[in-house]
Structures are given as structure tokens and as C-alpha cells.
């Protein structure tokens, strides 16, 4: 049972369809850790050109779902409430296996450093019990609303 739903999540990331990647939050330590799934469609729309014939979903966009879910982590804290996680950098990412349509990934991403705005968060991604993706992933949050 998921503890927040695509609606509870777009409460706290701006990410919005076709480019929110997490269906739903399975675990939250607030500011620490999130586990999110993202339900992988034949419908999606990036399968239509990636590839023709054998869809494969991108690397970048796993990486993406997992900072999405670090997002909801680290936003989730009223320290940050309403506002944004850029991308400062991606480190030693590894795609291991392919996602392809009727997967369902398991998302994990555990924020292990921060300092004011910055940080930083192991992010691996999961097929079943096959690790498909991992990445060390570096935040910066914005200011939010003035």
C-alpha cells in the first residue's frame, strides 16, 4: 500500500504529466529517503521514438525518476516546503539491465549529504529484486516563491 499517490506527491514536486515519472511514494523518511514506483507504460510517450520495434525506456529519464523521488524526500521537509530540486550534477551513473513496458520500477534514492541548499543522494533503481540503474545524484534547492 502506497503511503502518498500521484496527486500528494505533485503537492510537493512541480513535475506534472508527461514528465512526472513516480506514480506513487511506498516509503518516507522525511528528508532522508524515499522509495517511490513508477509503473512503466506501453503508452508512454518518449517508447514511440525509443526504439520503434523494441521500446526501451531512456536511461536519463530512470535517472530522472529517481531524482524525482529524492525530490519528494528532501521537499517533504517543511524546512523546503514549496520549493524546487535543480540537478547540480550526476555521478558514476550505471544502467545495468533494460526497462522496458510492464515493468514496474522501484525507485530508492537516500539523501546522505546536506549542507544549506546542496545535496546529495544515492539513487539505485529496481526491477523486481534486478538492479537496472544507479546513480550518485547532487541537488541544489531554489529559493522558492518570494
Same mark, same amino acid.
Given at each position: 500500500?502506497?503511503?502518498?499517490?500521484?496527486?500528494?506527491?505533485?503537492?510537493?514536486?512541480?513535475?506534472?504529466? #508527461?514528465? =512526472?515519472?513516480?506514480?506513487? %511514494?511506498? /516509503?518516507?523518511?522525511?528528508?532522508?529517503? +524515499? $522509495?517511490?514506483?513508477?509503473?512503466?507504460?506501453?503508452?508512454?510517450?518518449?517508447?514511440?521514438?525509443?526504439?520503434?520495434?523494441? #521500446?526501451? =525506456?531512456?536511461?536519463?529519464? %530512470?535517472? /530522472?525518476?529517481?531524482?524525482?523521488?529524492? +525530490? $519528494?524526500?528532501?521537499?517533504?521537509?517543511?524546512?523546503?516546503?514549496?520549493?524546487?530540486?535543480?540537478?547540480?550534477?550526476?555521478?558514476?551513473?550505471?544502467?545495468?539491465?533494460?526497462?522496458?513496458p510492464g515493468d514496474v520500477l522501484?525507485?530508492?534514492?537516500?539523501?546522505?549529504?546536506?549542507?544549506?541548499?546542496?545535496?546529495?543522494?544515492?539513487?539505485r533503481a529496481f526491477v523486481g529484486?534486478?538492479?537496472?540503474?544507479?546513480?550518485?545524484?547532487?541537488?541544489?534547492?531554489?529559493?522558492?516563491?518570494?
Open positions: 500500500m502506497s503511503i502518498m499517490t500521484a496527486k500528494e506527491i505533485m503537492e510537493i514536486i512541480p513535475h506534472r504529466q #508527461p514528465f =512526472m515519472l513516480v506514480d506513487t %511514494i511506498e /516509503e518516507l523518511e522525511v528528508g532522508k529517503r +524515499a $522509495v517511490g514506483r513508477k509503473c512503466v507504460s506501453y503508452n508512454e510517450p518518449f517508447f514511440a521514438g525509443h526504439f520503434p520495434g523494441e #521500446p526501451v =525506456m531512456p536511461g536519463v529519464l %530512470i535517472i /530522472e525518476a529517481l531524482a524525482q523521488t529524492g +525530490a $519528494v524526500a528532501i521537499l517533504s521537509s517543511p524546512d523546503f516546503k514549496g520549493r524546487t530540486a535543480y540537478f547540480a550534477a550526476i555521478n558514476k551513473a550505471k544502467f545495468k539491465n533494460k526497462v522496458i522501484t525507485l530508492e534514492t537516500e539523501i546522505v549529504t546536506l549542507k544549506g541548499p546542496i545535496g546529495i543522494g544515492n539513487a529484486e534486478k538492479l537496472v540503474a544507479q546513480a550518485e545524484l547532487t541537488f541544489a534547492i531554489g529559493k522558492g516563491e518570494e
